[in-house]
Each structure stands twice: as structure tokens, then as C-alpha cells.
């Protein structure tokens, strides 16, 4: 595939960029570049290779959560206005 002007004007009304006329050929040099190196990429043969999921034997370590909920509605109660048990209280507004 080749970048040109025509497409290069496409990919500016895509993205809703504005390319200045100094950069213009830069930029078409640069994108020829990764699609050329993308093309290269996709000419390589993996059909030999298999697919890595994960770097890590035996999948992603977990954690163990702990559970601080106590913590938290204490602080954040310490820090309100007014409270009734483990509730906020707040003005009636509907009667």
C-alpha cells in the first residue's frame, strides 16, 4: 500500500487532524514506513511457532483480597456531617 496525498488527506479528515504543509511529506514518509514494515511482519512464517498466551508457568498470580470494609465505612462515617449506624442521614426531601 502507498501513501499518498489523496490518502493522507482521508486519514486527516478521519482523524480530525490538521497536517501543516511543512510536515505533510514527513509524515507521508513516516506512515510508508510502518506500513512497509507491517507488510514485512505479515511475509514472516509462524506456522511453526506457537501462539504465547502467557510468560508466567501455571497463569496469573492471585491475591488473596482482604477484606476492609469496616475501615472504610468508619472513616468515611468520621468524615461525614451526620450518621445513623452505618448510614449516611440526610435531610427528607420527599414527604
Known amino acids: ?3 499518498d496525498e489523496k490518502l493522507l488527506n482521508k486519514l486527516e479528515k478521519l482523524s480530525a ?3 501543516s504543509e511543512e510536515k505533510r511529506q514527513s509524515v507521508i514518509n513516516e ?3 510502518i506500513v512497509n514494515f507491517v ?3 505479515n511475509t514472516l512464517d509462524l506456522s511453526q511457532n506457537q501462539a504465547t498466551i502467557s510468560t508466567l508457568k501455571g497463569g496469573t498470580p492471585l491475591r488473596v483480597d482482604k477484606e476492609k470494609t469496616a475501615e472504610v465505612i468508619e472513616n468515611v462515617l468520621k468524615n461525614s456531617p451526620s450518621h445513623e449506624g452505618r448510614f449516611f442521614s440526610v435531610p427528607k426531601i420527599i414527604e
Open 1 to 3: 500500500m502507498q501513501i
Open 17 to 19: 487532524l490538521k497536517i
Open 31 to 33: 506512515l510508508s514506513e
Open 39 to 41: 507488510d514485512r511482519l
